[in-house]
């Protein structure tokens, strides 16, 4: 029996059986095997099915990169073209584009990275098409711009959803407030500082029982916590990347249909073809991106606004910036002076390689 015929079996299984008090050690062992027989097909034992393959493995460059995921036709590589200026086939067949194709945006200064994926099919998870590697090479983006065609945006939103989910991808989440440490004995001990309103002790024990995980401390952080998000934790290996829901061609519906879309969260309506809205779109994507231009001052000159240095939320501080331009700089540092949203003084202060930095703060860096 193949990997594909085994989840469908689980799946099945998981339908047939009502959840209450007496299935609950049942239903936890299967969501576990279930996403076993999931990470097989991320990363199959003859390692063949990883993000690689011809046209694939693209290098990166640009600060952040964004793939575009979407079903075949729905409009991904005219918005790719007209965005980045790169040629990526377009036509009304099928599967046109074929690879990854890359383009690169500049937003505010900072050169975006945006890939156009083949459009993946019902079962790219499973291994129909090419779906394992388009999805595969989703999962490192930093942001996924979902495409959608306005005529039928959420049944393919819902299909779309449940493939990046099969694959490991969370969208618009963050990870579990969960923690598993194993141990050497004592058993299965369980704490929890929310209630717990969709999981109980049954089931944990059963989904750590899969993993033959027989003694770990268990702490539950996270409200409403599922067996599913238990899963992920012990499982390890998912992403949580925020996703822009672009819903395409609007300039084939009625204003009143477009009110409707603007209710469908973190979605941006467009028309690639007739250049509608696609500011709005950016804009967007610079925002969920959460970027941090810093901007240089030389001794004695004005600020450097042409060219900033763009950094990541969360990995922001003095030092990220100084090994951003060259490793050495951070060594040689004596201090930094900030002017801007992060510096207490409007006449700047002075500051070491610890302190966090703001979108649009101006840095002078001393030396020793």
């Known amino acids: 029996m193949t990997t594909v015929q085994k989840i469908k079996e689980v799946e099945d299984e998981m339908a047939r059986t009502q959840k209450n008090k007496a299935t609950s050690y049942h239903l936890g062992q299967l969501k576990a095997k279930l ?3 999931r990470r097989e097909l991320i990363s199959p034992s003859t390692g063949g099915g990883g993000g690689g393959g011809l046209g694939f493995d693209v290098a990166r460059t640009g600060i952040a990169s964004v793939g575009f995921v979407g079903f075949p036709s729905v409009g991904k590589s005219t918005l790719m073209s007209k965005l980045t200026g790169t040629h990526s086939e377009t036509s009304e067949i099928d599967f046109t584009t074929l690879t990854t194709v890359p383009g690169t945006v500049k937003v505010h200064g900072a050169p975006i990275q945006i890939l156009d994926l083949p459009g993946i099919i019902e079962g790219a998870n499973d291994g129909r098409g090419r779906g394992r590697q388009v999805i595969a090479v989703a999962r490192t983006c930093n942001l996924i711009f979902i495409v959608l065609d306005v005529l039928k945006p959420l049944g393919d939103k819902k299909l779309i959803e449940s493939e990046l989910e099969g694959f490991g991808i969370r969208l618009n989440k963050k990870p579990p407030n969960i923690t598993v440490r194993r141990k050497d004995k004592g058993g299965i001990a369980i704490t929890n500082t929310v209630p717990l309103t969709n999981i109980d002790h049954e089931e944990i024990k059963a989904v750590l029982s899969e993993y033959k995980m027989n003694n770990a401390d268990v702490a539950i952080r996270q ?3 599922t067996a599913d998000d238990l899963v992920d934790v012990v499982e390890g290996n998912r992403v949580y990347i925020p996703a822009i829901y672009v819903l395409n061609k609007i300039d084939a519906i009625s204003i009143e249909e477009l009110d409707l879309l603007y209710k469908i969260p973190m979605s941006v309506p467009i028309s690639s073809k007739e250049w509608l809205n696609v500011d709005e779109l950016v804009e967007k994507m ?3 991106l959460n970027l941090v231009r810093v901007y240089t ?3 004695g000159q004005a600020p450097d606004y042409s060219q900033p ?3 990541r939320r969360g990995k922001c501080t003095i030092e990220d910036f100084c090994n951003s331009i060259h490793k050495e700089i951070a060594k040689q540092l004596k201090y930094a002076v900030v002017w801007g949203a992060s510096a207490k003084h ?6 070491g390689l610890e302190h966090v930095l703001e979108d649009e703060d101006v840095v002078h860096i001393s030396k020793k």
Do not use: M
Request: proline residues 10%; without cysteine.
């Open 35 to 37: 996403a076993k027989l």
């Open 223 to 225: 409200p409403n916590a």
């Open 286 to 288: 610079w925002e969920t």
């Open 297 to 299: 001052k030389p001794r």
């Open 309 to 311: 240095v763009v950094l």
């Open 346 to 351: 409007t006449r700047g202060q002075k500051v």
